[in-house]
Protein backbone atom coordinates (compact mmCIF):
# COMPACT_ATOMS: atom_id res chain seq x y z
CA UNK A 1 0.00 0.00 0.00
CA UNK A 2 1.35 3.74 -0.98
CA UNK A 3 -0.16 6.91 -0.25
CA UNK A 4 -1.21 7.08 -3.99
CA UNK A 5 -2.57 3.81 -3.90
CA UNK A 6 -4.22 3.26 -0.66
CA UNK A 7 -6.79 -0.10 0.76
CA UNK A 8 -9.26 1.55 2.31
CA UNK A 9 -11.30 -1.11 3.15
CA UNK A 10 -8.07 -2.70 4.49
CA UNK A 11 -7.11 -0.49 6.42
CA UNK A 12 -10.47 0.14 7.72
CA UNK A 13 -10.25 -4.13 8.58
CA UNK A 14 -7.06 -3.84 10.74
CA UNK A 15 -8.11 -0.51 12.41
CA UNK A 16 -11.12 -2.30 14.97
CA UNK A 17 -12.62 1.24 16.19
CA UNK A 18 -16.91 0.55 16.16
CA UNK A 19 -18.32 0.55 18.48
CA UNK A 20 -19.88 -3.27 18.22
CA UNK A 21 -19.57 -6.10 20.60
CA UNK A 22 -17.09 -8.08 17.41
CA UNK A 23 -15.01 -5.23 16.69
CA UNK A 24 -14.33 -4.39 20.57
CA UNK A 25 -13.19 -7.89 21.36
CA UNK A 26 -10.83 -7.42 18.43
CA UNK A 27 -9.71 -4.28 19.82
CA UNK A 28 -9.24 -5.85 23.72
CA UNK A 29 -6.69 -8.46 21.78
CA UNK A 30 -4.95 -6.03 19.95
CA UNK A 31 -4.55 -4.12 22.75
CA UNK A 32 -3.05 -6.73 24.59
CA UNK A 33 -0.44 -7.46 21.52
CA UNK A 34 0.17 -3.60 21.59
CA UNK A 35 0.90 -3.72 25.08
CA UNK A 36 3.99 -6.27 25.92
CA UNK A 37 4.79 -5.69 29.54
CA UNK A 38 0.56 -5.57 30.41
CA UNK A 39 0.87 -2.22 32.67
CA UNK A 40 -2.49 -1.41 30.98
CA UNK A 41 -1.74 1.47 29.00
CA UNK A 42 0.19 2.31 26.20
CA UNK A 43 2.91 5.02 25.05
CA UNK A 44 3.68 6.66 21.70
CA UNK A 45 6.60 4.14 20.87
CA UNK A 46 4.42 0.83 22.15
CA UNK A 47 1.54 2.21 19.79
CA UNK A 48 4.21 2.99 17.04
CA UNK A 49 5.77 -0.57 17.05
CA UNK A 50 2.47 -1.92 17.08
CA UNK A 51 1.09 -0.60 14.27
CA UNK A 52 4.38 -1.66 12.72
CA UNK A 53 4.92 -5.37 13.94
CA UNK A 54 1.05 -6.35 14.98
CA UNK A 55 -0.48 -4.50 12.02
CA UNK A 56 2.07 -4.45 9.56
CA UNK A 57 0.89 -1.05 8.55
CA UNK A 58 4.28 0.44 7.14
CA UNK A 59 2.37 3.09 4.99
CA UNK A 60 -0.01 4.79 8.10
CA UNK A 61 3.37 4.58 10.06
CA UNK A 62 3.99 8.09 8.76
CA UNK A 63 4.82 10.24 12.05
CA UNK A 64 2.49 13.09 11.17
CA UNK A 65 -0.52 11.07 11.65
CA UNK A 66 0.37 8.76 14.27
CA UNK A 67 1.11 11.56 16.60
CA UNK A 68 -1.87 13.73 15.68
CA UNK A 69 -4.36 10.26 16.31
CA UNK A 70 -2.16 9.44 19.28
CA UNK A 71 -2.10 13.04 21.22
CA UNK A 72 -5.60 13.53 20.05
CA UNK A 73 -6.87 10.24 21.77
CA UNK A 74 -4.71 10.43 24.99
CA UNK A 75 -5.97 14.18 25.36
CA UNK A 76 -9.95 13.07 25.57
CA UNK A 77 -10.34 11.95 29.10
CA UNK A 78 -7.62 14.11 31.12
CA UNK A 79 -9.56 14.62 34.23
CA UNK A 80 -9.85 11.09 35.05
CA UNK A 81 -6.00 10.27 34.77
CA UNK A 82 -2.83 11.01 37.36
CA UNK A 83 -0.12 13.17 36.06
CA UNK A 84 2.57 10.35 35.61
CA UNK A 85 -0.49 8.76 33.34
CA UNK A 86 -0.76 11.95 30.83
CA UNK A 87 1.49 10.29 27.99
CA UNK A 88 -0.03 7.43 27.37
CA UNK A 89 -3.58 6.25 26.57
CA UNK A 90 -5.50 3.14 27.77
CA UNK A 91 -7.80 0.76 26.65
CA UNK A 92 -10.84 3.68 26.72
CA UNK A 93 -8.26 6.10 24.42
CA UNK A 94 -7.21 3.18 22.34
CA UNK A 95 -10.57 3.05 20.25
CA UNK A 96 -10.52 6.69 20.22
CA UNK A 97 -6.50 6.42 18.82
CA UNK A 98 -7.67 3.81 16.23
CA UNK A 99 -10.52 5.75 15.08
CA UNK A 100 -8.39 8.96 14.74
CA UNK A 101 -5.58 6.82 12.62
CA UNK A 102 -7.40 6.20 10.20
CA UNK A 103 -9.35 9.58 9.95
CA UNK A 104 -5.62 11.62 10.35
CA UNK A 105 -4.13 9.02 7.89
CA UNK A 106 -7.10 10.16 5.17
CA UNK A 107 -5.91 13.91 6.17
CA UNK A 108 -2.53 13.26 5.79
CA UNK A 109 -3.08 11.53 2.37
CA UNK A 110 -5.16 14.74 0.98
CA UNK A 111 -1.99 16.99 2.62
CA UNK A 112 0.55 15.29 0.56
CA UNK A 113 -1.87 15.40 -2.53
CA UNK A 114 -1.83 19.20 -2.17
CA UNK A 115 2.02 19.16 -1.21
CA UNK A 116 2.94 19.10 -4.69
CA UNK A 117 6.54 20.09 -3.61
CA UNK A 118 7.52 17.96 -1.20
CA UNK A 119 8.53 20.09 1.28
CA UNK A 120 5.47 18.92 3.95
CA UNK A 121 3.80 22.63 3.59
CA UNK A 122 0.89 23.71 1.61
CA UNK A 123 2.00 26.95 0.16
CA UNK A 124 -0.72 29.31 -1.58
CA UNK A 125 -0.28 28.42 -4.91
CA UNK A 126 -0.56 24.72 -3.80
CA UNK A 127 -3.89 25.33 -2.37
CA UNK A 128 -5.23 27.30 -5.22
CA UNK A 129 -3.67 24.80 -7.80
CA UNK A 130 -5.81 22.06 -5.78
CA UNK A 131 -9.04 24.03 -5.36
CA UNK A 132 -10.82 21.31 -7.68
CA UNK A 133 -9.93 18.65 -5.45
CA UNK A 134 -10.37 20.55 -2.33
CA UNK A 135 -13.91 21.34 -3.65
CA UNK A 136 -14.81 17.47 -4.14
CA UNK A 137 -13.76 16.60 -0.47
CA UNK A 138 -15.60 18.94 0.95
CA UNK A 139 -18.64 18.63 -1.46
CA UNK A 140 -18.88 22.65 -1.73
CA UNK A 141 -17.46 25.31 -4.14
CA UNK A 142 -14.51 27.68 -2.21
CA UNK A 143 -15.71 30.75 -2.95
CA UNK A 144 -12.19 32.64 -1.65
CA UNK A 145 -9.18 30.70 -2.12
CA UNK A 146 -7.15 33.04 -0.24
CA UNK A 147 -9.83 33.48 2.62
CA UNK A 148 -9.79 29.48 3.02
CA UNK A 149 -5.67 29.79 3.22
CA UNK A 150 -5.52 32.33 6.12
CA UNK A 151 -8.19 30.36 7.85
CA UNK A 152 -5.72 27.02 7.66
CA UNK A 153 -3.22 29.32 8.08
CA UNK A 154 -3.58 29.70 12.18
CA UNK A 155 -0.68 30.83 12.99
CA UNK A 156 -0.07 32.90 10.25
CA UNK A 157 3.17 31.57 9.11
CA UNK A 158 2.46 31.64 5.05
CA UNK A 159 2.95 28.13 5.18
CA UNK A 160 0.19 25.28 5.79
CA UNK A 161 1.45 22.92 8.34
CA UNK A 162 0.30 19.37 8.91
CA UNK A 163 -1.79 19.49 12.51
CA UNK A 164 -3.41 23.12 10.99
CA UNK A 165 -4.91 21.28 7.73
CA UNK A 166 -6.05 18.43 9.70
CA UNK A 167 -8.07 21.15 12.70
CA UNK A 168 -9.28 22.45 9.25
CA UNK A 169 -10.01 19.07 7.82
CA UNK A 170 -12.00 18.02 10.56
CA UNK A 171 -13.71 21.12 11.23
CA UNK A 172 -15.03 20.91 7.67
CA UNK A 173 -15.84 17.49 7.43
CA UNK A 174 -13.30 16.66 4.63
CA UNK A 175 -13.78 13.16 3.05
CA UNK A 176 -11.64 11.92 -0.03
CA UNK A 177 -13.22 11.22 -3.03
CA UNK A 178 -11.61 7.36 -3.08
CA UNK A 179 -11.27 6.41 0.49
CA UNK A 180 -14.16 3.78 1.82
CA UNK A 181 -16.71 5.97 3.73
Not at 22 to 46: C, T, V
Not at 97 to 110: I, P, S, T
Not at 137 to 154: M, R, S
Amino acid sequence: MSLKDVDWAELRAKLPYEKTEEQKAKRMELFSRFDPNGNGILSLAEVTKGIRDELGLEDVLVKAPVDAAFHKAKSVNQESKSASKDDYIDKREFRLFLFYLRQYFEYYVAFERVDTSGDHFISMVELADALPQLEQWLGEKVKNVEQVFKEIDADGGGKIRFPEFCAWAYKHGLDLEDDDD
